[in-house]
């Protein structure tokens, strides 16, 4: 009894440290390697977009503030953070939900990920320009 609960407990930490060990193997992105390699460079290429992302929706949500700002006098006229958090949220729902859909195509398979990944960056470099149409175009207003 005593082993089972030692084994319970200890199974996590023992996957925790093999995924450590793995991580600072020599998988490195290489896009003409392994699938392995591939999908850990369709990884850091969504991880490269989506920092790229949270970087324009932070100055997306400064211009909103600006325009809530000047709206003080009328605030009624308020909501253009509420609007692009709602907007962002909902985006980022359809996006991994879109994605994940992309992924059935290999369902399973060692190419899943790569597919997902590739699919996430490309619809996240998507929504990054739209920010910045958005307060390119707002600010014209």
Same mark, same amino acid.
């Given at each position: @009894?005593?082993?089972?609960?030692?084994w319970?407990?200890a199974?996590?930490?023992?996957?925790?440290l093999?995924?450590?060990?793995?991580?600072?193997?020599?998988?490195?992105?290489?896009?003409e390697?392994?699938? *392995?390699?591939m999908?850990?460079?369709?990884?850091?290429?969504?991880?490269?977009?989506?920092?790229?992302?949270?970087?324009?929706?932070?100055?997306a949500?400064?211009? *909103?503030?600006?325009?809530?700002?000047?709206?003080?006098?009328?605030?009624?006229?308020?909501?253009?953070?509420? *609007?692009?958090?709602k907007a962002?949220?909902?985006?980022?729902d359809?996006?991994?939900?879109?994605?994940?859909?992309?992924?059935?195509s *290999?369902?399973g398979?060692?190419?899943?990920?790569?597919?997902?990944?590739g699919?996430?960056?490309?619809?996240t470099?998507k929504?990054?320009?739209?920010?910045?149409?958005? @307060?390119?175009?707002?600010?014209?207003?």
């Amino acid at each position: @009894m005593i082993r089972k609960r030692f084994w319970l407990v200890a199974s996590p930490v023992l996957v925790l440290l093999a995924s450590a060990a793995f991580a600072e193997d020599e998988m490195k992105c290489n896009p003409e390697g392994t699938q *392995a390699e591939m999908n850990i460079c369709a990884w850091d290429d969504f991880q490269k977009a989506d920092d790229e992302l949270n970087a324009v929706y932070k100055k997306a949500m400064a211009f *909103a503030r600006e325009q809530d700002q000047s709206y003080a006098d009328q605030p009624n006229l308020k909501g253009a953070v509420a *609007a692009l958090k709602k907007a962002q949220r909902a985006w980022i729902d359809y996006r991994d939900g879109h994605c994940e859909g992309v992924g059935f195509s *290999a369902r399973g398979g060692s190419m899943e990920p790569m597919l997902v990944a590739g699919c996430q960056e490309e619809l996240t470099k998507k929504r990054t320009a739209d920010l910045k149409a958005l @307060m390119e175009d707002g600010g014209d207003q």
